[in-house]
């Protein structure tokens, strides 16, 4: 989440000619433990301030045991710390953002389930559930336009949003939405009852096709 490289000397595996490539490249002495991310990466303050902002969030929401798929996406949506980048001026931005949950329920119905904005900043775009089954439908609503055909190659979605009133928009309203679809999946993660495999073939599509409609809609009073 940090666009750096995380691994450290706390390794256990590693690619067979690992340590020869470094010293042949006289990237590595040779001497101590080889510190991946020193030797392939270097050092960047920009980055690094990114790294240590982000584990620093990390411990600070596991440290009573608990960590939640909400938790993990708070993280992403954080701009004081440096995580989430919007910056009109600089014309730099997080492009998209990816969390993904794993079960250990051997019964359950689905594995694994990817939540996927799709579109910049997390903070207005939604986390969306993609699960991989045998007949997925990912629909045309994420797909951008042909190189051939125009030079803007935005999708729907992304349209909707760079089309989006946001100061009309009510976020909490949208977040809302996004928390009982992921919740659904949380539930399903931990259930044992056999759901079709076709309940999940447009279940993407139809999320992002929602989306689009509230970003449209533009209530006329929002939550404070």
């Given amino acids: 989440m940090s666009n750096v490289y995380s691994i450290e000397d706390d ?3 590693q690619s067979k000619n690992l ?4 010293k042949e490249k006289n990237l590595w002495n040779g001497k101590d433990k080889l510190n991946f991310a020193q030797i392939f990466q270097g050092q960047s303050p920009s980055t690094d301030a990114r790294l240590k902002a982000g584990r620093k969030l990390l411990e600070n929401l596991t440290k009573n045991g608990n960590f939640s798929v909400f938790d993990m996406i708070s993280i992403l949506r954080d701009d004081q710390a440096g995580i989430c980048v919007f910056d009109k ?3 730099v931005r997080t492009t998209s953002s990816q969390v993904s949950v794993l079960t250990t329920n051997k019964n359950s119905p689905i594995d694994a389930c990817h939540l996927l904005t799709g579109t910049p900043n997390p903070k207005q775009s939604l986390f969306k559930p993609f699960i ?3 007949n997925v439908q990912l629909g045309p609503l994420t797909v951008s336009s042909p190189e051939e055909l125009t030079s803007q190659r935005v999708h729907p979605l992304y349209s ?3 089309k989006a009133k946001w100061e009309n928009i009510d976020l909490k309203r949208l977040q809302d939405f996004e928390h009982e679809g992921i919740m659904e999946i949380i539930n399903q993660l931990k259930s044992s009852n056999d759901k079709n495999d076709e309940t999940y073939q447009t279940l993407f599509h139809d999320t992002v096709s929602t989306e689009i409609e509230l970003l449209r809609e533009h209530p006329s009073t929002k939550h404070s």
């Fill in 11 to 13: 390794y256990s595996l």
């Fill in 19 to 22: 340590e020869k490539f470094a």
């Fill in 89 to 91: 001026v600089r014309g």
């Fill in 132 to 134: 991989f089954s045998k």
């Fill in 160 to 162: 909707a949003h760079q």
